[in-house]
């Protein structure tokens, strides 16, 4: 790893995040910092494994399109989801709901899941080992976006470690890295609070100069199954080549994998089956002004 890539991560848990890098950009990709590079590089800040796919996909293809570098950083494996009692079958010690041992109805598979009669490969899964089966599901969709493995960057940021700072903090270095990067994320008026938080920090790190250069969307949930009326500003983008279409269906294909005797568990889908589907069958993103 570049030393001062190294470094500035340094500082960031010096300084208090509470996080862990599973994979950083490697020493060639950083090694221009601070030259006179022409490339124009386009970073998306994804709050967790899918959010690249479901909200994101279609900018990222017209980026790669236009001829931009692509690069994405995952800020958090999302180990709070409940996708992961439902592939278990039922609540455990580590799950948000409670009883615990109360059965969990899957809708996708109209069955209650049982690790032992899937064959799951890694048995019930822990929250870290189901972490680390969505960062695999965020591998293959990012690949299957046109992303090279070493353009993509994963945090471990915990679900409840969404603050200010912490944020903050996974967005300066890269600010640091790549200053004349243009930086893509959601809205700061976004109905999840995690995708809320990385819009509300980028914004303001435009607004300091901290940033030359912003973009922000709407989520897909916020767009189109947020209970809440939302009004925002803002235009629906479509795909610039339409032959990108298959890309995006392959990589939401990717959460969508259920073969759970060789490790993979379709979480994304489990997840947020409605807002893969509503994908599928429409594919736009929504840009806003904010």
């Not at 998306?44 to 017209?62: G, Q």
């Not at 948000?96 to 209650?112: E, F």
Request: aromatic letters at 12%; one cysteine or more; hydrophobic letters at 35%.
């Amino acid at each position: 790893m570049n030393k001062i890539y190294k470094k500035i991560l340094g500082l960031s848990i010096i300084f208090g995040v509470v996080l862990s890098s599973f994979h950083s950009f490697p020493s060639h990709i950083v090694q221009a910092i601070g030259s006179n590079s022409t490339d124009h590089v386009v970073i998306y800040f994804s709050p967790h494994a899918d959010d690249e796919t479901l909200t994101f996909a279609v900018p990222i293809l017209n980026d790669i399109q236009a001829g931009k570098k692509v690069y994405i950083v995952l800020m958090s494996d999302g180990t709070r989801s409940r996708a992961r009692d439902t592939v278990n079958g039922e609540y455990d010690f580590e799950s948000r709901d409670l009883p615990i041992g109360k059965q969990v109805y899957c809708n996708w598979h109209n069955a209650i899941h049982d690790p032992t009669v899937d064959q799951h490969k890694d048995g019930a899964l822990d929250r870290s080992t189901f972490g680390l089966r969505r960062i695999d599901e965020f591998y293959v969709a990012t690949a299957e976006l046109g992303i090279p493995r070493d353009r993509v960057q994963v945090n471990l940021l915990p679900n409840d470690a969404f603050t200010y700072h912490n944020v903050k903090q996974i967005i300066k270095m890269h600010a640091r890295l790549f200053p004349d990067a243009e930086f893509k994320t959601m809205s700061h008026r976004d109905g999840h609070p995690d995708h809320a938080m990385v819009g509300r920090v980028i914004n303001d790190m435009h607004a300091s100069g901290e940033i030359k250069s912003k973009s922000n969307y709407l989520s897909i949930y916020t767009d189109r199954f947020y209970k809440h009326s939302f009004a925002s500003p803002g235009y629906k983008i479509y795909l610039t080549d339409t032959s990108d279409t298959q890309k995006v269906l392959h990589a939401l294909n990717a959460y969508k994998k259920w073969e759970p005797q060789n490790g993979w568990y379709g979480l994304g889908y489990h997840s947020v089956p409605a807002q893969f589907d509503g994908m599928a069958q429409d594919t736009y993103t929504k840009a806003v002004r904010n």
